[in-house]
């Protein structure tokens, strides 16, 4: 009886909801005794769908950061007891523990598999429990058996894995790092580099590296295994050893961590080079600009954002392209700057530049325009901390977008003005860009090119003006668009399905997300795949995987735009009540202003 399973209804077909502690195990009349070949085939399919939701809502909500103290603690001590574990030290040790890949036997676990598929009901089930029991280390054999071809072997592989993903997906393992930092037993700092190399997912290893500051320190003194581990065959042992010594310790071990920075494996350089970046340490940034021409074009950005936040208004007017020559042509541009700049650079100066100053920008229509605004004249607000108007530009053509590029200078998007300006708080136009499209969307990049959304493509110009990357569309089909930090693009079409275009334009994958507001919607993509977008008619925010599962949601009365914060909460122009929230990895409101129009965009820095 499939009905056992509870499916949310809420969309087509989201997935178990998280709040489900666990989907219901009664497999016996469906499993118990082997299908029919007609049974098995409508059961392969229907399985492929089910595999899918069921992994994905073990990692519904795992992306966000709530904030630390008791409630965080409240919160990852149910996350875990969702889980089948003791908050206590000693069942924290013992799940990394048996959590830790090691060395594995694979010959075993796949052995195990092919039991998932024997005649024998209780063969199955005793396979489906050892495999459980392995934990992370049978995820991979288990993730290639989701499509054999024999349905019962694939049905149960699905139904093992997302036991797995239950009890020590990326949510769990977070707060089961955090827990085990905050109780700090001994052996913590051995079992945590013990599980390093299972941490497939990069925000787990990060989690992972921060309890390691913690708890690989006794009396201020760090253990002697985070210095072994800077010589460890596996290379991400070495990356958080480093990161780990350089956040938690004093100058004293720098010089073994710096040693790293010459180390063979890119991953490792890239991590070393931003734990020294923070210390305020120069002899990162070189490291940084020579990665620019290596790594892969979805880890550079980490290196970009370090080099633009250290060169300021001093960046190279450059990115890094598709093709090797691009991107050594483009590391050399830094170097340039690095050479001319890198002797009076102060790092201690950045913290001031980057710490973030509680401003929230506001792009709204007035409300004396029609419904909704329409007649067509808005405004750019920047509100303080307490809601009150620091500086405003009125007068504008139907904005629905602003992105501050500087202290007195705001680039604004006009719809109805096929336009976009920079502007100093004067309201003086100092920069225009025409187009011959309705335009969505406008952001200053790095590298000091203008990106333009309009309803039939993607525009990216110089500061002259000039056009430089074009990505047309069929049919004026966009209604969001943005380009991502490895520079593909992506955009949401009118009829809400989510595109991911390479740098040439070339599709790379879609899926459906839902229908945006036509004019002022946008999209939001992290830098791990997932998107986030505001689905204006269905009054709620949904946060999909890079596959297109969705992860999570909440309600919010006709949302136009969303911006994830730093403290991984999610702003939210509310334009059905007239406000700006800010809201918590559970749909909790913890901060709203109300505004004095009819709000499209809203961002905070």
């Known amino acids: 009886d499939l009905t056992q399973y509870p499916v949310a209804t809420s969309g087509p077909l989201v997935g178990f909801r998280p709040a489900y502690k666990r989907a219901a195990c009664g497999y016996g009349p469906l499993v118990g005794d082997r299908l029919p070949q007609a049974g098995r085939l409508w059961l392969r399919a229907f399985m492929s769908h089910w595999t899918a939701l069921s992994i994905s809502a073990c990692l519904a909500g795992a992306s966000f950061a709530a904030p630390p103290g008791s409630e965080q603690k409240a919160r990852d001590e149910e996350t875990v007891k969702t889980a089948e574990l003791a908050a206590d030290g000693p069942a924290l040790l013992a799940f990394f523990k048996k959590n830790a890949v090691g060395d594995v036997d694979l010959s075993r676990i796949k052995k195990l598999v092919e039991d998932l598929g024997d005649d024998s009901f209780a063969v199955r089930e005793k396979a489906n429990h050892q495999l459980v029991n392995l934990g992370v280390a049978a995820r991979g054999p288990l993730r290639e058996a989701v499509t054999n071809p024999d349905v019962e072997i694939a049905f149960r592989a ?16 977070c707060a089961a790092a955090r827990l085990l930092a905050e109780r700090n037993p001994d052996g913590a700092a051995e079992a945590l580099l013990a599980f390093v190399p299972a941490a497939e997912d990069q925000g787990v290893l990060d989690e992972v590296s921060r309890a390691l500051t913690v708890v690989g320190f006794r009396a201020g003194k760090p253990q002697p295994l985070l210095a072994d581990a800077l010589a460890d ?22 010089p073994a961590v710096r040693k790293l920075l010459q180390d063979p494996d890119a991953v490792v350089r890239l991590r070393t080079a931003l734990a020294l970046f923070d210390a305020h340490e120069k002899v990162a940034l070189p490291v940084l600009v020579a990665l620019v021409a290596e790594l892969h074009r979805d880890q550079v950005w980490r290196a970009e954002d370090a080099l633009y936040l250290a060169a300021g208004d001093k960046a190279p007017i450059g990115s890094a392209g598709p093709d090797e020559a691009a991107r050594r042509d483009y590391r050399r541009q830094w170097e340039h700057w690095w050479k001319e700049n890198g002797k009076d650079l102060d790092l201690a100066k950045l913290e001031q530049r980057q710490r973030p100053q509680g401003f929230t920008l506001v792009t709204m229509l007035d409300v004396n325009n029609g419904v909704g605004g329409r007649g067509g004249t808005g405004r750019v607000q920047e509100l303080d901390a307490e809601g ?81 990357v074009t990505v047309p569309r069929p049919g004026n089909d966009v209604a969001a668009g943005v380009r991502l930090r490895n520079g593909d693009y992506a955009v949401v079409t009118n009829l809400g399905q989510f595109v991911r275009l390479n740098a040439e334009g070339k599709e790379l994958k879609s899926f459906p997300v839902g229908q945006i507001l036509a004019i002022g919607g946008n999209v939001e993509v992290l830098p791990n795949g997932r998107v ?42 509310n334009r059905g009540a007239r406000s700006v929230v800010e809201i918590d990895r559970h749909g909790k409101e913890v901060w709203k202003q109300t505004v004095e129009g009819t709000p499209m965009k809203a961002s905070r820095r």
């Open 388 to 468: 009150k108007v620091r500086w405003q530009l009125e007068g504008l053509r139907y904005p629905v977008d602003a992105q501050m590029i500087g202290e007195d200078r705001v680039l604004v998007t006009e719809y109805n003005g096929r336009q976009v300006t920079e502007r100093n708080l004067k309201n003086e136009v100092l920069w225009t860009k025409t187009v011959n499209n309705l335009v969505l969307g406008g952001r200053r990049l790095p590298n000091g090119n203008t990106f333009i959304v309009s309803r039939n493509g993607l525009l990216e110009v110089d500061k002259d003006g000039k056009d430089v």
């Open 532 to 573: 986030i977008v505001p689905l204006y008619s269905q009054n709620k925010v949904v946060e999909f995987d890079s596959d297109g599962k969705q992860l999570w949601e909440a309600a919010v009365t006709q949302p136009s735009s969303v911006v994830r914060l730093l403290n991984g909460n999610v702003l939210v122009a």
């Open 158 to 173: 699905a139904r093992t894995l997302e036991q797995i993903e239950r009890q020590s997906g990326p949510q769990v393992v």
């Open 233 to 254: 065959k596996v290379a991400l042992r070495r990356a958080v050893a480093a990161e780990a010594l350089c956040r938690g310790g004093g100058v004293e071990q720098r």
